[in-house]
């Protein structure tokens, strides 16, 4: 689910099994851990319901008074896979004069499945993008890390309230030369209520 269910004592039509694991109950009262082959493929909540149906236990069904299935959406029985949340950017001028203020757009998405959701809303995802300008008469060349003579002009924030496309504040281009922009995504700059749902990157 792309946010925690509303708890409920029955199953609701149509949700999404995620998988099923069987229990041996062999020893009585006491904790039991199922085996974990259940696997949560991509970002969402994920809740368990326990069952046990006395007609399918054979003859020892005798023993047992009645079958059992528990509350679907408990808190205490959910998981949450994070979302990826991913940004690719795009500069919103090619050619610009010195004076001018430049911006980037970003395209954001989530790249491991749903955009995960609190209390109906989709969560905050806070982007930090620098504005360096490169000195030489060449573009910059593509590469991880940002070169020692790269200039910092300036840093912006982007607040993504969902999959979408977003333009950033501006910075001020003040020489002529080459700008390029570098985005982040990082896990201690979002607020800490939602860290728990978000894979950093």
Same mark, same amino acid.
Request: hydrophobic fraction near 40%; aromatic fraction near 12%; proline fraction near 12%.
């Given at each position: 689910f792309e946010e925690h269910p509303a708890q409920s004592e029955t199953v609701p039509e149509g949700a999404p099994i995620a998988g099923t694991e069987a229990l041996l109950l062999d020893h009585g009262v006491? &904790?039991? @851990? &199922? =085996?974990? &082959?259940?696997? %949560?493929?991509?970002?969402?909540?994920? $809740?368990?319901?326990? &069952?046990?149906d006395r007609d399918a236990q054979g003859d020892l069904a005798q023993y047992i008074r009645d079958s059992f299935t528990d509350w679907f959406g408990r808190v205490a029985e959910t998981h949450v896979s994070p979302f990826q949340p991913v940004a690719v950017s795009q500069s919103d001028a090619r050619l610009a004069v010195p004076g001018d203020a430049v911006s980037d757009t970003l395209t954001v998405s989530s790249s491991n499945g749903a955009w995960l959701r609190l209390d109906g809303a989709p969560i905050?995802?806070?982007?930090?993008? =620098? %504005?360096?300008?490169?000195?030489? $008469? @060449?573009?910059?060349?593509?590469? %991880?890390?940002?070169?020692? !003579? %790269?200039?910092? @002009?300036?840093?912006?924030?982007?607040?993504?309230?969902?999959?979408?496309?977003?333009?950033?504040?501006?910075? =001020?281009?003040? !020489? =002529?030369g080459f700008v390029t922009w570098v985005w982040e995504m990082r896990l201690e700059a979002q607020p800490e209520q939602y860290r728990d749902y978000l894979a950093d990157a």
């Open positions: 006491g &904790s039991y @851990l &199922s =085996a974990g &082959s259940v696997v %949560a493929e991509e970002s969402g909540f994920y $809740t368990w319901v326990w &069952s046990i905050p995802v806070t982007f930090t993008g =620098a %504005a360096y300008q490169v000195p030489g $008469t @060449l573009p910059p060349v593509e590469q %991880a890390g940002v070169p020692a !003579d %790269a200039v910092p @002009l300036g840093t912006v924030e982007v607040i993504a309230t969902g999959p979408g496309v977003y333009t950033s504040p501006t910075v =001020a281009f003040p !020489d =002529a």
